[in-house]
């Protein structure tokens, strides 16, 4: 009896798992895999469902990324992002080179801000340069340096990716790694420069269409002296450069504790696209974060080199007016950053780096113009 029910069993069994691979067959439908427990995520041929885990503990739960990965690359790249990558690049920016100034040659070596030993051969920004010229040489890159006149024998720090169809069409993403003297800046802008770090070494594999420089920025804090001398030299080298994109003062947001990502253009058509292109990709792909325009009010940043030469650039930051109340004090530290907002504006920047990337282009269109006589001619910026 015990044989009979079993080999009956395993012939019901049988005939059921047939059926339903017929089912499978003939529908293919996420209606059917869903009702039998089969999840899209795993299902061969058919556009599976994209699942992204944010890094923010508030949202433990998973965000669906409805794409079809096999034809967009994008979230791919988004799920290769390293949260714990990003914190760690600010906290070293912060600990071992804060402040990121020409005059000191000591760190901070409490939360009060006092100077503590050892003194170092070199001054912090020099030394922090270095930091981020190693870590493009661990990425696979080989950087290089564009030496700033008569700035404290500082450098802006590079490193680029040549593409296979714009070789001369550069795509540059850039944040100023400099602070002044009376804060180590986690959000001015140790933050900006660990997501530029981290959108590099993430794409250091790919295959890119236009040129793609990172840069870490010297001298922002001290009339945009880096920004401005790298823009000089594009001037003279025949490059253009598709967009810029800037990254300062990430980690923190007008909105808290929503994240926020403000966009500031200059109100013309490529720079208003390029912000616009942030709220698209936002809503495409599931990244947690507000946005709107900003107005200026009086806030600068190196976004403005690339418009005093008419090339299309926008900056990314936590909101303006920039009213974080440490803002260029001793409290801008990993007490008050918000390495989530940092996170989700990386997120933006590198789905819109990629957006760019894909489109076809006209070298012509993005060569550098004459100085824009629209713009007043700043002396000192206040960001």
Request: hydrophobic letters at 35%.
């Amino acid at each position: 009896m015990y044989k009979e029910s079993y080999s009956v069993a395993v012939k019901l069994r049988w005939w059921f798992l047939c059926f339903l691979g017929v089912l499978f067959l003939l529908t293919g439908s996420s209606g059917t895999r869903s009702a039998i427990g089969i999840s899209d995520e795993y299902w061969v041929g058919v556009a599976p469902v994209h699942i992204q885990k944010t890094a923010d503990p508030q949202y433990q739960n998973y965000l669906p990324i409805i794409q079809n990965t096999e034809q967009d690359p994008i979230p791919d790249y988004l799920d290769q992002l390293d949260f714990d990558r990003m914190v760690e690049h600010t906290s070293v920016l912060v600990n071992q080179y804060g402040p990121r100034h020409h005059d000191y040659y000591q760190v901070f070596a409490d939360s009060g801000c006092n100077f503590g030993p050892p003194t170092f051969s070199n001054h912090n920004l020099i030394r922090a340069s270095v930091y981020v010229y190693h870590k493009f040489e661990e990425f696979g890159y080989t950087p290089y340096s564009e030496y700033v006149p008569d700035w404290y024998e500082t450098e802006n720090i590079l490193a680029k990716k040549t593409g296979s169809e714009y070789p001369d069409t550069y795509i540059e993403l850039g944040a100023h790694v400099d602070t002044v003297a009376t804060t180590s800046g986690a959000s001015d802008n140790a933050g900006g420069v660990a997501a530029m770090l981290e959108i590099a070494r993430v794409l250091r594999n790919y295959p890119n269409r236009h040129s793609l420089r990172f840069i870490s920025f010297v001298g922002e804090e001290n009339y945009l002296k880096g920004s401005r001398y790298h823009v000089k030299l594009i001037d003279t080298s025949g490059e253009g450069v598709k967009a810029g994109l800037i990254m300062d003062g990430i980690g923190w947001s007008e909105s808290a504790p929503e994240h926020m990502n403000c966009l500031w253009d200059n109100g013309d058509g490529e720079t208003r696209r390029l912000s616009n292109m942030f709220n698209s990709v936002r809503n495409e792909y599931g990244i947690d974060i507000n946005w709107r325009l900003c107005s200026p009010s009086g806030q600068w940043s190196d976004n403005w080199a690339y418009w005093e030469r008419q090339l299309p650039a926008v900056l990314s930051i936590g909101g303006l007016p920039y009213s974080d109340p440490h803002y260029h004090q001793c409290g801008d530290n990993m007490g008050s950053i918000s390495m989530y907002n940092v996170f989700k504006t990386a997120q933006e920047n590198l789905a819109v780096l990629l957006k760019l990337d894909a489109e076809d282009s006209n070298p012509a269109d993005y060569l550098p113009g004459k100085s824009d006589p629209a713009l007043p001619q700043v002396e000192r910026p206040s960001h």
